[in-house]
C-alpha cells in the first residue's frame, strides 16, 4: 500500500513537472529573447547567442517615434486603476443586490441582465464609438475608463453564485442585532468574500491591460504618446517593423507582467484561502 | 404571455385608480409632479421631483424633439458646401447628419420612455402617500427616507449606478445597432457629406439568401459552423483541464503546491497580445518552432513522408492544422485561469460535509461524485455557460493569431472572411479593416450573435433562475 502511494506521488510530480515545462516553455523564451542582441525574430536557436540590455534601456530611457513605451504604460495603468476601482464597486454592488436581498421583480431582472450581457462586446463597442464621439469622449483616456467600467454590473454572475454561498443566517443574526443592510453589505458580506473580491479585482485590472480591440477602436490617434500598451506593442509588430522592434516587443512584454505579477504575488494567497468553513459554528 | 398581459392590464388599472380617486394633491401632481408630496409636507422630495420634470421637459423639447421628428428619413438636406470668394471662407448649408439623427432620436426615445414609467409610478406613490395619510399612517421625513436607502431600499441604492451605466454602455448601442441593420450606412454613405437611409430587411436576405455575385450567405454558414465546434471544443477542454490540474496540484501527497500554482499562474501575468503574440511567431512559417524542425531533420523527414510539400510545417497557414493549433494554444492559455478558479471553489468547499461524508465511511471516489462534483457544478455552472459564450465572442485568440492567415478560399475573401474567422472577428473585420465598410452587414452579423447567445443562455438558465436552488447552500 505505501509503495503504492509513493509511486503515485512520483508520477503525480513528474506529470507536474512535464506540465510546467510547457506551460513554461513561450515565457521563458519571451525572456531570453528580451536580451537578445539580434533585433529580429530569431529562427534557429532557442537561447540568443549574445545577451545584451540594450533593448530594455531603448524601451524605458529612449523613445523614439514608433515606440514610446514610458508614455504607453503611465496610459494604461490610468486607465487600469479607474477602471479597475468603478468595475470591481459595480460588481460587488450588483452581486448584493441580486444575491441577498429580496425585492420585487428581482429574478425578472437578473434574467435580463444575464441575456443583455451575452451581446457580443465588440459589436456594440463599435456603436459605442459613435455613442462616445458624441460626447467627444473618444482618443481620450476618459473615454476608455467609460468603456472598461460602464457596462461592468453586469458580469456579476459569478461572483453572485459566491454571495450565494454566505450562510444566511449570518446576515440574518447581524440584522437581529440591529445592523443596516449597509452593514451587512460592508462589514459582512465584503470580509467573507476576500477570494471573490479578489478575483473580481484581477479580472477588471486585467480586462484593460489585456483588451487591444476597443483601444484601438477608441484611439484613433497616429501619435505614439497616446497608445496604450497593448495598441503600442502591437503596432510595432508589424510587418515592417518586426525585424527591428521584436526584442523591444519581448522586452516591453516583461515589463508589463511586473505589475501585474506583483498583484498576483499579493492577493494568490486570498484566491485559494477558504473562508466559509468555520465562519458559522452550527 | 397571459399573466403578462394581465400585470400590463393591473398596472395601467392602478393607474386609473390613483387618477379618478385621486384628491386634490394627486391630480395637481399630473402637471406638477412634486404636489402630491409637497401637500403632504414631504417638500424637499416634492421639489426634487419637480425639477426632475423640468429638467426632462428642457432637453425633449429643446434638444431631443427635433431629431425625433427626422427618424422617419433619417435626413433629406445633403451636406453642401459653398465657397464664398468675397469673403473668402466657406460656407455650409445646414445639413442632416443621418448618423446624429439616428443616435439623438434613439436617446431621446428612450429618455421620454423612461420618463412615462417615472411619471406613472409618481402618481401611484403620491395616492399611495394619501391614502396612507388617510389612515392617520407615519408619513417618511426626508431624512427617514434617505436611511430607507441604505436599508430596505438599498436594492436601489446599489443598482441604480450600474443600470444607469449599463443603459449608455449596453442598451442604448444595442438599439442602435439594431437600426443600422436595417439602413443602407456604409463606406459610400457616410456621414456627414453624404446621407443614408433605411432599406428594410434586405440585408438579412443578403445574409441568408446565396443569390448570385453575393459569398455572404457562403460564408455565413461556414464561419457559423466554426464558431460553434471552437465554443464547445474550448470550453470543454479548458475547464476539464482546469480541474484536473486543480486536483494534481492540491492533492495532499503534492509536495510544494504553492510553487507549481505559481509556475502555472506566471502564464496569466503576461498579458494575452503578448504571449499570444509571441506563439503565433514562434508557430510561423519561418519561426523557431520550423527552424528546429529543420535542424532536427523532421522537416526532411515529413517531406521524404509526403505530408508536406513546402520547406516549413505551415502551423498557422493551412486551413485544418491552423484549426487544430488553435485549440491547444488555446488549452494553453485557458488552463491555468480554470485552474485558479476551480482551487478557490475546491477550497470552499463546506468542510463539515467533506467530514461527515468521511465519518459515514464514504470513500474518495464517493466524496469526489457526490460532494465535490456537484458543489463544483453548481457553482462554476452558471460560469461554464459564461465561459462557452465568451468563446463564441473570443476575438483575441483568433485575431491574435491568425494574422498571418490568408485564405485560398475565393469566396471566403469576397466577403472579407477568413476559413478561422469567427462570427465576431468577421464582423470585425467588415467595419475596421475592408474598404466599403459595410456596418450594416456587420449589424446583421452581430443580431445573429446575439440571437444565438441569448437562446443558449435562455436554454440554460431557465431552470437556474426559476429553480431555488441558489439557497441550497446559504
Known amino acids: ?282 | 404571455m397571459k399573466r403578462f398581459f394581465k400585470a400590463l392590464g393591473k398596472y395601467f388599472a392602478d393607474f386609473g385608480t390613483a387618477v379618478s380617486k385621486g384628491d386634490i394633491w394627486v391630480k395637481l401632481s399630473l402637471f406638477i409632479m412634486g404636489m402630491g408630496y409637497i401637500g403632504r409636507g414631504q417638500v424637499i422630495k416634492g421639489l426634487l421631483v419637480t425639477a426632475l420634470e423640468a429638467g426632462f421637459a428642457l432637453f425633449t423639447i429643446k434638444i431631443s424633439w427635433p431629431y425625433i421628428t427626422k427618424l422617419s428619413t433619417l435626413g433629406t438636406v445633403q451636406r453642401e458646401e459653398v465657397f464664398d470668394p468675397l469673403t473668402m471662407s466657406k460656407t455650409v448649408n445646414d445639413y442632416d447628419n443621418s448618423l446624429l439623427i439616428l443616435l439623438m432620436g434613439v436617446l431621446g426615445i428612450v429618455i421620454i420612455a423612461a420618463f412615462i414609467f417615472i411619471y406613472i409610478a409618481n402618481i401611484k406613490a403620491a395616492f399611495r402617500t394619501m391614502l396612507l395619510k388617510k389612515e392617520g399612517k407615519h408619513l417618511n421625513n426626508f431624512r427617514e427616507d434617505l436611511r430607507e436607502l441604505v436599508n430596505d431600499k438599498f436594492h436601489i441604492t446599489l443598482l441604480s449606478l450600474p443600470a444607469l451605466g449599463v443603459v449608455f454602455m449596453c442598451i442604448l448601442p444595442i438599439i442602435f445597432m439594431v437600426c443600422i441593420a436595417f439602413t443602407n450606412y456604409d463606406a459610400a454613405h457616410q456621414p456627414p457629406s453624404q446621407l443614408f437611409s433605411w432599406v428594410g430587411w434586405k440585408n438579412f436576405i443578403t445574409l441568408f439568401a446565396n443569390k448570385q455575385g453575393s459569398t455572404f450567405g457562403y460564408a455565413f454558414a461556414k464561419i457559423l459552423i466554426w464558431t460553434l465546434i471552437w465554443a464547445a471544443l474550448a470550453t470543454v477542454t479548458t475547464y476539464i483541464g482546469g480541474i484536473l490540474l486543480a486536483m494534481l496540484i492540491n492533492h495532499q501527497d503534492t509536495k510544494l503546491k504553492k510553487m507549481w500554482r505559481t509556475l502555472f499562474v506566471i502564464t496569466i501575468a503576461i498579458p494575452q497580445f503578448v504571449t499570444l503574440l509571441l506563439i503565433s511567431k514562434m508557430f510561423g512559417n519561418y519561426g523557431i518552432v520550423n527552424g528546429i524542425l529543420q535542424r532536427m531533420h523532421i522537416i526532411s523527414f515529413l517531406q521524404n513522408l509526403g505530408w508536406i510539400s513546402t520547406s516549413y510545417v505551415p502551423f498557422m497557414t493551412s486551413s485544418g492544422l491552423t484549426h487544430v493549433m488553435i485549440i491547444l494554444i488555446n488549452i494553453w492559455v485557458g488552463v491555468p485561469y480554470q485552474m485558479l478558479i476551480a482551487t478557490g471553489i475546491l477550497m470552499n468547499i463546506p468542510s463539515d460535509q467533506l467530514e461527515s461524508a468521511r465519518i459515514d465511511g464514504a470513500n474518495k471516489f464517493q466524496i469526489f461524485w457526490k460532494i465535490t462534483m456537484p458543489y463544483m457544478l453548481f457553482i462554476t455552472g452558471p460560469s461554464l455557460v459564461t465561459s462557452f459564450i465568451g468563446n463564441i465572442n473570443n476575438f483575441n485568440v483568433i485575431y491574435l493569431l491568425t494574422g498571418d492567415f490568408v485564405t485560398s478560399d475565393g469566396s471566403l475573401a469576397a466577403a472579407n472572411a477568413k476559413d478561422v474567422d469567427l462570427l465576431i472577428t468577421w464582423l470585425f473585420k467588415i467595419t475596421s479593416e475592408s474598404v466599403t465598410k459595410q456596418y450594416y452587414m456587420a449589424s446583421v452579423i452581430g443580431i445573429i450573435v446575439f440571437i444565438i447567445c441569448a437562446t443558449l443562455t435562455l436554454v440554460t438558465y431557465s431552470r437556474m433562475i426559476k429553480g431555488d436552488n441558489e439557497e441550497v447552500f446559504q
Not at chain 1, 463597442?125 to 483616456?141: C, E, Q
Open chain 1, 1 to 282: 500500500m505505501k509503495a503504492k502511494r509513493a509511486v503515485g506521488s512520483i508520477f503525480r510530480h513528474l506529470l507536474l513537472a512535464f506540465l510546467a515545462v510547457v506551460w513554461l516553455i513561450p515565457i521563458l523564451w519571451l525572456f531570453v529573447t528580451s536580451f537578445s542582441s539580434d533585433p529580429g525574430i530569431r529562427t534557429t536557436r532557442f537561447f540568443p547567442e549574445q545577451w545584451t540590455l540594450a533593448n530594455y534601456s531603448k524601451l524605458l530611457f529612449h523613445p523614439d517615434t514608433v515606440a514610446n513605451f514610458p508614455a504607453w504604460f503611465k496610459n494604461s495603468m490610468i486607465i487600469g486603476i479607474f477602471s479597475c476601482i468603478i468595475s470591481s464597486a459595480f460588481v460587488l454592488m450588483v452581486s448584493y443586490a441580486f444575491s441577498c436581498m429580496r425585492f420585487p421583480s428581482r429574478k425578472r431582472l437578473m434574467s435580463f441582465s444575464i441575456i443583455l450581457g451575452m451581446f457580443p462586446g465588440v459589436l456594440s463597442m463599435i456603436a459605442i464609438y459613435f455613442v462616445l464621439k458624441m460626447f467627444n469622449l473618444t482618443d481620450s483616456l476618459a473615454g476608455l475608463i467609460v468603456v472598461y467600467s460602464a457596462g461592468s454590473g453586469l458580469g456579476f454572475l459569478i461572483c453572485k453564485g459566491f454571495f450565494d454561498t454566505i450562510p444566511a443566517s449570518l446576515r440574518e443574526s447581524a440584522k437581529i442585532e440591529g445592523a443596516s443592510e449597509f452593514t451587512v453589505f460592508t462589514r459582512i458580506v465584503i470580509p467573507l468574500s476576500r477570494p471573490m473580491i479578489v478575483y473580481t479585482v484581477i479580472n477588471s485590472f486585467l480586462a484593460p491591460w489585456m483588451d487591444f480591440v476597443m483601444a484601438r477602436l477608441m484611439i484613433r490617434s497616429k501619435d505614439p504618446t497616446n497608445w496604450t500598451v497593448a495598441i503600442g506593442l502591437y503596432n510595432i509588430l508589424q510587418k515592417t517593423l518586426i525585424g527591428q522592434y521584436f526584442s523591444v516587443f519581448c522586452a516591453g512584454g516583461v515589463v508589463v507582467a511586473i505589475p501585474i505579477s506583483i498583484l498576483f504575488v499579493i492577493m494568490q494567497k486570498f484566491y485559494v484561502e477558504g473562508i466559509t468553513g468555520g465562519a458559522v459554528k452550527g
